[in-house]
């Protein structure tokens, strides 16, 4: 194979002046719903055989986009987890998809039917228009009148996107769900910060797929540093899966309870692998030791 590549790179004649790769294109936007040929056009090596698409219609069960994506990070071939684009090129799917359907606008009562007429007569080529301006620094002095009243909506409109994974409003909530527990429990006397390292841990060796590490001796041997790090690199979903085991092993051999089950699924192809576990343990700790305190002192 690799022999006929460098043989299709060789033109076969001094004159023949045909492009070594062809690449084409169209005017048409390829469309991301509803599309099973959109992922294994974009990864032939992963779907050799066109099988397994997103969102097929001849599907006998129905399988979320999302749903389907966890499934092939945790199959026992780990092509999927261990390409080096295909993890972001899936979580920026997912991103967009939430933003498209979770994403709305807040404005005052008393604003809200002229912001309302404002934002029906404007088109989004003024819309465009105003952006770019604003983004090259230009003098507004320039601007339309339509441009201008473009404009004025950001000092009215506030964009929504806490349900987004991963954007700054999400991080927000987050911030405001902790500040929430200590409304209600008061400040706890005692913080709490678990983290585990999977660089320096034997278990994520085994969920790796080290079969050499003996998990049954007190001191297993481990490989050296710089592979115990080059898998982490190429494995992020075994690194989140270690994480969640570990908080679940922290409350239930050490804090003396199960983590209680959560609405929100645990995002294991984000950017940072088990942050919607983290915010929960934050929270769950505080509750408790804040808890513990309070029956001491009575």
Do not use: W
């Not at 007429?117 to 320039?142: F, G, N, P, R």
């Not at 806490?162 to 991080?171: F, L, R, T």
């Not at 050490?254 to 983590?259: A, E, P, S």
């Amino acid at each position: 194979m690799t022999a006929s590549a460098l043989r299709r790179l060789a033109p076969s004649t001094p004159e023949d002046k045909t492009p070594d790769l062809i690449l084409h294109h169209g005017s048409d936007p390829i469309p991301e719903y509803n599309n099973p040929d959109l992922i294994p056009g974009m990864y032939p090596t992963l779907y050799p055989f066109k099988i397994g698409s997103f969102e097929d219609a001849s599907c006998p069960s129905p399988l979320s986009f999302e749903a389907q994506a966890r499934y092939y990070l945790d199959l026992g071939d780990k092509v999927f987890r261990h390409h080096f684009s295909y993890i972001f090129v899936v979580l920026n799917m997912l991103q967009r998809r939430k933003s498209h359907l979770q994403t709305h606008f807040t404005v005052q009562t008393a604003r809200f039917r002229r912001v309302a007429d404002t934002l029906t007569s404007l088109d989004s080529h003024t819309i465009a228009d105003a952006a770019e301006i604003i983004e090259a620094e230009k003098s507004t002095k320039s601007l339309t009148s339509e441009q201008k009243r473009a404009l004025d909506l950001l000092r009215y409109v506030n964009t929504v996107v806490q349900k987004v994974p991963g954007s700054y409003a999400a991080k927000i909530s987050a911030h405001a769900d902790i500040r929430n527990y200590f409304s209600y429990f008061g400040l706890p006397h005692l913080f709490f910060t678990f983290n585990p390292s999977a660089v320096h841990s034997p278990i994520f060796q085994v969920m790796y797929g080290d079969k050499s590490v003996n998990l049954s001796d007190r001191y297993p041997k481990l490989p050296p540093s710089s592979e115990r790090a080059r898998r982490l690199a190429q494995d992020p979903v075994a690194a989140a899966d270690f994480f969640e085991f570990s908080v679940n092993m922290l409350f239930d051999e050490r804090l003396g309870g199960r983590l209680p089950p959560h609405k929100e699924q645990h995002h294991r192809h984000s950017s940072h692998p088990g942050s919607s576990r983290t915010k929960r343990f934050l929270l769950e700790v505080a509750a408790i030791l804040q808890c513990r305190c309070f029956a001491k002192q009575r």
